[in-house]
């Protein structure tokens, strides 16, 4: 990059090096400040590595029901080798915990219509996928109730747990999402809570946004600086509105955290 540089050239570049195909050619508003802002702006960024910024632009891009930008992200982030095939299937099921089944079922039917796409391309033939079974988490429902509960407490940083006296806080939230969604290997901590804090703050949930929000930045899984560029890439994906709010609970649960840290030194 030189002086010389023109945010409109160095976001043509950046746009072809994030999507791994060249940017629009049209004139129009929307595409001439995507490639001067979202791509000359925000993209290279050093808060939030590239790879990183994929698991917030994904779970934005499925969210919103926009076909050609879910194809062309999930394309990108498998075709760059940012993503593996494993992370991304990963990345659906989590997706489709926390912003819904029916939205992850199209995110999913991509997904295979993608890596279909990118072996065509290359003159190969997909792979089989890993193998499902056997499970890592136990089959004993007590021990799985018993881990989920262990899970929910380490992930959330707080030292107790929902009961198991309903269907919704038993058998889904400590039998299914934190015994068994969480702890899943497929896809890191650090990816998760990425995915997580960007589906809570286009959900507008309040709880569930300062949960996530202060149970990323208070386990150090993501800091405090990726969390303000998580906010800025949101809203480049989501939207300015929820980003405001999600920008306002980050900095509320920043000085919590702080405040916390400084009791227990």
């Given at each position: ?143 799985r109730l018993a881990g989920g509960e262990q899970s929910f407490r380490d992930i959330n940083c707080i ?107």
């Amino acid at each position: 990059m030189t002086a010389s540089d023109t945010r409109a050239e160095r976001g043509r570049r950046e746009f072809a090096e994030v999507m791994t195909f060249a940017p629009p050619e049209d004139g129009s508003p929307a595409s001439a400040n995507l490639i001067d802002f979202v791509f000359a702006e925000v993209w290279p960024r050093t808060g939030l590595s590239r790879r990183d910024r994929r698991f917030v632009t994904l779970p934005c891009v499925a969210a919103a029901d926009a076909e050609g930008p879910l194809r062309d992200h999930v394309y990108a982030a498998l075709n760059s080798g940012d993503v593996s095939i494993v992370e991304m299937r990963e990345t659906v099921l989590h997706f489709a915990v926390y912003a819904g089944w029916p939205k992850a079922s199209r995110f999913n039917g991509v997904v295979d219509e993608q890596w279909d796409r990118i072996h065509r391309e290359r003159g190969l033939i997909p792979p089989a996928p890993e193998p499902l079974l056997p499970l890592t988490t136990p089959s004993d429902p007590e021990d799985r109730l018993a881990g989920g509960e262990q899970s929910f407490r380490d992930i959330n940083c707080i030292p107790f747990a929902p009961t198991r006296d309903n269907p919704y806080s038993g058998a889904g939230i400590l039998n299914f999402v934190f015994g068994e969604m969480w702890v899943r290997p497929g896809l890191g901590m650090k990816e998760r809570r990425l995915v997580t804090v960007a589906c809570v703050a286009f959900q507008d949930a309040p709880l569930p946004i300062l949960s996530h929000v202060y149970g990323a930045l208070k386990s150090r899984d993501v800091s405090f600086e990726e969390m303000d560029e998580l906010a800025l890439h949101f809203a480049a994906y989501y939207g300015w509105p929820k980003a405001s709010n999600l920008n306002q609970v980050i900095g509320e649960q920043k000085q919590r955290v702080l405040q916390e840290w400084d009791a227990e030194a």
